[in-house]
């Protein structure tokens, strides 16, 4: 949060930025309020620095006809057995976080008339069609020529989703991203990297990615407001060696087995800043020095040397790109 108490037009005056209780003389105070050059961060459709594509989840826009709680999935399947094959876990970000439990009708083109034939969900696809083509929203109208399936279908993992609740706490020290396999679908509610080696997740979890995103991304009120396009795609990253990927992959693992062996507890109470196991802030501590070796050699100071590194290499990497264009 920051709050400007003035401002003097005055060539060469002192400039200090004030972190708690250090003040520290700067020459030049940016838009991010570091002692660096003036630069922008802009949203870009790829990431600038090879990592893989991510994006949103599923929209259903469906009045909420496609989407069952535990009773309604219980009900289903236990007069149409037959309907199993349609119903998957349904995860926004709630979900996610908090570990609510949902599902949804997942229907194929293929299978719409087959899962038709089953008389409670062709009450649900009616009701879809008839949601979809009295909304308000042109764009929305069309879809009711395809109720069996999500307004916006983006994406379906076959192996595993890397997760990203697009809102969450800004009181954690890591962002509550998780893994999910293929009998999971992801909504709109979060972004994901579809089939994404596990050495991404590595990354998102990391002291490094939660202060840049913290810094170039959105707020939603005080929480983050994660961005695929501000946050993913614009995130500075060396070249890394093959046996540098291994080992984040290794570190994801280790994090996500520390995960497990505190199930059940959801990501909301396992990142509970005040009560987050000793054993998993251990080995986030290990995935942040492992990670930060690879930008400098040794694990950074503090946030402002984050940031400083990052920024030098996204106005480098800014540079060669108008470079090249030249």
């Excluded at 909420?64 to 998957?88: N, T």
């Excluded at 996610?96 to 409670?120: F, H, M, N, Q, T």
């Excluded at 070796?293 to 400083?308: A, C, Q, V």
Aim: charged share 25%; net charge neutral.
């Amino acid at each position: 949060m920051c709050v400007i108490v003035g401002l003097r037009n005055i060539s060469g005056s002192a400039k200090r930025i004030f972190d708690g209780e250090i003040s520290t003389e700067a020459s030049n105070i940016n838009a991010y309020l570091l002692d660096g050059p003036d630069l922008f961060v802009s949203a870009v459709p790829r990431s600038l620095f090879g990592l893989p594509y991510m994006e949103y989840g599923n929209k259903p826009t469906d009045g909420g006809y496609l989407i069952l709680s535990p009773a309604e999935k219980e009900r289903l399947l236990s007069r149409r057995p037959e309907a199993k094959e349609f119903v998957k876990r349904f995860m926004g970000s709630n979900e996610a976080i908090k570990g609510i439990e949902r599902y949804c009708l997942w229907v194929s083109d293929e299978d719409s008339e087959r899962a038709a034939r089953i008389p409670e969900i062709k009450t649900r696809f009616d009701m879809v069609a008839k949601f979809r083509a009295e909304s308000k929203a042109a764009q929305t109208r069309p879809a009711a020529a395809y109720p069996h399936r999500f307004r916006q279908a983006q994406n379906w993992t076959t192996k595993q989703s890397i997760v990203v609740p697009i809102h969450s706490s800004e009181r954690r020290t890591v962002l509550p991203a998780d893994i999910h396999g293929p009998e999971t679908i992801l909504s709109n509610a979060n972004l994901v990297l579809y089939d994404a080696p596990e050495w991404c997740f590595a990354l998102i979890v990391s002291r490094l990615h939660i202060v840049w995103i913290g810094t170039v991304c959105g707020r939603l009120e005080s929480r983050f407001r994660y961005s695929n396009t501000m946050g993913w795609n614009t995130f500075p990253v060396p070249r890394f060696t093959e046996d540098q990927l291994e080992a984040l992959s290794a570190s994801a693992r280790a994090i996500l087995k520390t995960r497990y062996l505190h199930h059940p507890k959801t990501i909301a109470e396992l990142y509970d800043p005040d009560a987050m196991p000793e054993d998993l802030r251990e080995v986030h501590r290990q995935n942040d020095e492992l990670l930060e070796t690879m930008y400098i050699g040794r694990p950074f100071k503090n946030d402002t040397e984050r940031l400083e590194k990052l920024f030098k290499l996204y106005a480098a990497r800014i540079e060669k790109l108008k470079t090249e264009a030249a």
